[in-house]
């Protein structure tokens, strides 16, 4: 499981899917969670903007990442 170490209070889906390094681009992590490709804490997440907070995990492409303080 890879971790991703919050800089502020929370960090939105997209950008949490770039710095884990599993979508090259903001326009690629776009399309995968619309594609509905994306799980936040067991659940499909449809929502680039959605704050994840310490403790939230999420999956993509067989990988997943919890977010940490």
Not at 19 to 33: E, H, P
């Amino acid at each position: 499981m890879l971790t991703i170490k919050l800089r502020d209070k929370y960090i939105k889906l997209g950008q949490a899917l770039k710095a884990a390094g599993l979508v090259d681009s903001g326009v690629d992590a776009k399309f995968v969670i619309h594609d509905g490709l994306v799980t936040v804490n067991g659940e499909t997440e449809y929502q680039r903007g959605k704050k994840l907070y310490d403790g939230d995990v999420f999956s993509y492409n067989g990988e997943t990442v919890r977010i940490v303080e």
